[in-house]
């Protein structure tokens, strides 16, 4: 028989609470079920009485066909330091430190050490990490589901990265605000090879302020086996800090367009005085000249946007493992 111990406050009873316990449940054949006392939690911003956080737990943990209890803890470590047929310890992200504290406890009392379970932040729709504090502020739901606007702040003014970030968003959220600020960055007019992707990286960083995301986009120049490609890359970094990256698929410049770029002179000024296409990045792009309209640069800008939207539409694959 293997004895798992899980706690929390569960002032909310959300997504991320649920995943914890289940693991326990996973985990073990019998679970204690650890929840703060109102001693514990009476200074947080949100108190919500022991009796209702206990009816809502009980309520999830009937469902659950294997032997539970629900021990009240009066102390950060409550009986885990000293239950000595306690087996494996589950904690969430970032409370590792108190469960090793508690083994240290049972070590200096003759006890065994727990196994220390970590299970990663269960994301949100907006990739930040669901709480009950959130919920309780009528910010997300249960479920983690924004229950307002979503917030993405382009680090550009130009408004082909603008509506590109526009379409490819409303494709992945119900509710999207779009705003555009203009970003410097370090890497000058025409970035080349790795200066791209640090260049939206910059972008991005400068763009967020209070939005859930904050979108860099930079058009580059990239050196391949058979002469110079234009790309797009976009970086989306979320309040958390986190940055995913995309890319664009490329598209080689004419000969003379690429002695003149070598020459140092940027990609919109060679266009503008070879072809005629006064301002090109700011309209069709050079790709939309070359193409004869096939292809334009926001679509090509989308590609890049979509692209790192990939692992946000996808969080629990690539962040909550």
Same mark, same amino acid.
Request: charged content about 30%; proline content about 3%.
């Given at each position: 028989?293997?004895?798992?111990?899980?706690?929390?406050?569960?002032?909310?009873?959300?997504?991320?609470?649920?995943?914890?316990?289940?693991?326990?449940?996973?985990?073990?054949?019998?679970?204690?079920?650890?929840?703060?006392?109102?001693?514990?939690?009476?200074?947080?911003?949100?108190?919500?009485?022991?009796?209702?956080?206990?009816?809502?737990?009980?309520?999830?943990?009937?469902?659950?066909?294997?032997?539970?209890?629900?021990?009240?803890?009066?102390?950060?470590?409550?009986?885990?330091?000293?239950?000595?047929?306690?087996?494996?310890?589950?904690?969430?992200?970032?409370?590792?430190?108190?469960?090793?504290?508690?083994?240290?406890?049972?070590?200096?009392?003759?006890?065994?050490?727990?196994?220390?379970?970590?299970?990663?932040?269960?994301?949100?729709?907006?990739?930040?990490?669901?709480?009950?504090?959130?919920?309780?502020?009528?910010?997300?739901?249960?479920?983690?589901?924004?229950?307002?606007?979503?917030?993405?702040?382009?680090?550009?003014?130009?408004?082909?990265?603008?509506? @590109? $970030?526009? +379409? &490819?968003?409303?494709?992945? =959220?119900?509710?999207?605000? #779009? !705003?555009?600020?203009?970003?410097?960055?370090?890497?000058?007019?025409?970035?080349?090879?790795?200066?791209?992707?640090?260049?939206?990286?910059?972008?991005?960083?400068?763009?967020?302020?209070?939005?859930?995301?904050?979108?860099?986009?930079?058009?580059?120049?990239?050196?391949?086996?058979?002469?110079?490609?234009?790309?797009?890359?976009?970086?989306?970094?979320?309040?958390?800090?986190?940055?995913?990256?995309?890319?664009?698929?490329?598209?080689?410049?004419?000969?003379?367009?690429?002695?003149?770029?070598?020459?140092?002179? @940027? $990609?919109? +000024? &060679?266009?503008?005085?070879? =072809?005629?296409?006064?301002? #090109? !990045?700011?309209?069709?792009?050079?790709?939309?000249?070359?193409?004869?309209?096939?292809?334009?640069?926001?679509?090509?800008?989308?590609?890049?946007?979509?692209?790192?939207?990939?692992?946000?539409?996808?969080?629990?694959?690539?962040?909550?493992?």
């Amino acid at each position: 028989m293997t004895k798992v111990g899980v706690a929390g406050t569960f002032n909310v009873l959300h997504r991320g609470h649920r995943t914890l316990l289940d693991k326990a449940f996973e985990l073990g054949d019998e679970v204690v079920v650890g929840i703060t006392s109102d001693v514990l939690t009476s200074r947080k911003h949100f108190h919500i009485p022991l009796e209702r956080r206990m009816s809502i737990l009980e309520d999830y943990l009937r469902s659950k066909e294997k032997n539970w209890e629900i021990e009240i803890i009066q102390d950060p470590m409550g009986s885990a330091a000293s239950d000595a047929e306690l087996d494996i310890l589950v904690v969430s992200q970032g409370t590792t430190d108190t469960a090793k504290m508690i083994n240290e406890v049972r070590i200096s009392k003759g006890l065994k050490a727990l196994t220390i379970v970590e299970i990663r932040h269960v994301l949100g729709e907006d990739c930040a990490t669901i709480t009950s504090t959130r919920v309780l502020e009528g910010e997300i739901d249960q479920e983690g589901i924004l229950l307002r606007p979503f917030r993405i702040n382009v680090g550009s003014d130009n408004p082909v990265k603008i509506e @590109a $970030v526009r +379409k &490819v968003a409303a494709t992945v =959220y119900r509710n999207v605000e #779009i !705003g555009g600020i203009p970003a410097k960055t370090s890497v000058g007019n025409q970035p080349w090879g790795g200066d791209i992707d640090r260049g939206a990286i910059e972008r991005a960083k400068k763009a967020i302020g209070k939005g859930d995301y904050g979108v860099g986009i930079e058009a580059g120049i990239v050196e391949m086996n058979d002469g110079l490609y234009g790309i797009e890359s976009c970086a989306i970094i979320d309040k958390e800090g986190v940055v995913t990256m995309g890319r664009s698929s490329s598209f080689r410049y004419p000969p003379g367009a690429e002695e003149r770029i070598r020459a140092g002179i @940027a $990609v919109s +000024k &060679v266009f503008d005085e070879s =072809y005629g296409r006064k301002d #090109i !990045g700011r309209k069709e792009g050079a790709i939309g000249f070359l193409s004869k309209g096939l292809l334009d640069r926001q679509r090509l800008t989308e590609q890049a946007v979509l692209a790192a939207m990939v692992p946000r539409i996808r969080p629990d694959i690539y962040f909550e493992v």
